[in-house]
């Protein structure tokens, strides 16, 4: 996005906090990372495809209106493994264990490439995002 931003990214950044911080926090839009494209040790796709996405949603849906079950883990809530709708699915128990685990020691990696990108912006940089990510890590240290 870096080179489509008319100005520093930091203050692009520093906009969105603070247009956060005027508004009530249950008037904020909820933000999900999805990954659809983990694979088994094997390299077997472990969900089962773009078809399928929308039981991914359905669980977003009932997250944000209070319906849905979720484990709290070091990025934040993933679906309980009983939460997400797999009628008609065969996902093995192991495959769903595997989509829905934590790579730490991936998240962990992700940091030092987060930390460079932020450097790229300089004193422009919010601070609230670098506590985040030092959160991130404590938490990703701490296991939970």
Sequence with gaps: MLP???YNMG??????LTI???????????IFYVNWFRKSAEGKWLWPGYGDNSRVLKWIY??????AKAVETPIGHVP?????????LKIESRD???LLRIDQAGWQNEIT???DHYARLGDH?????????????RRLTQGG
């Design 20 to 30: 956060g911080a005027k508004t009530e926090a249950d008037k904020l839009p909820k």
């Design 113 to 115: 490439g987060i930390r």
């Design 125 to 137: 940089l919010p601070a609230e995002l670098l506590q985040e990510l030092s959160a991130l890590e």
């Design 80 to 88: 309980a493994p009983e939460a997400l709708d797999t009628r008609g």
């Design 96 to 98: 769903m264990t595997e």
């Design 62 to 67: 009932e997250r944000v209106t209070g319906n």
């Design 4 to 6: 489509f931003c008319g």
């Design 11 to 16: 203050d692009y950044l520093r906009h969105w």
